[in-house]
């Protein structure tokens, strides 16, 4: 893949979560949530400061993230789904 987010922006591949309860219900489809965690596919370069100077991103590629339930733009890329958002969205990164 060859696309790489401008400024402080993130392109994220969501992370499926399980597909059954603790009980052993199968959750359908259209009753699951979204899951609110990710990988981090390719980051933007860093905002720029107001002299001029580049901030540094704080997450790289192969982070795994949280963020925000609503956050982020969902984009097609060579047909798979991701997402793109503002370093700002990302609520934490997993050990």
Do not use: C
Not at 9 to 14: N, Q, S
Not at 18 to 47: F, H, R, Y
Not at 64 to 86: C, T, V
């Amino acid at each position: 893949m060859l696309f790489t987010p401008l400024h402080d922006r993130v392109l994220v591949r969501r992370i499926e979560g399980d597909e059954k309860t603790t009980g052993g219900l199968i959750i359908p489809d259209n009753a699951k949530e979204k899951p609110q965690e990710g990988e981090v596919v390719s980051v933007g370069a860093g905002a720029k400061d107001e002299a001029g100077a580049r901030i540094a991103m704080d997450v790289k590629a192969g982070d795994k993230i949280l963020f925000g339930k609503w956050s982020g733009s969902e984009m097609k890329i060579d047909g798979e789904e991701l997402l793109i958002m503002k370093e700002s969205d990302i609520l934490g990164i997993m050990a």
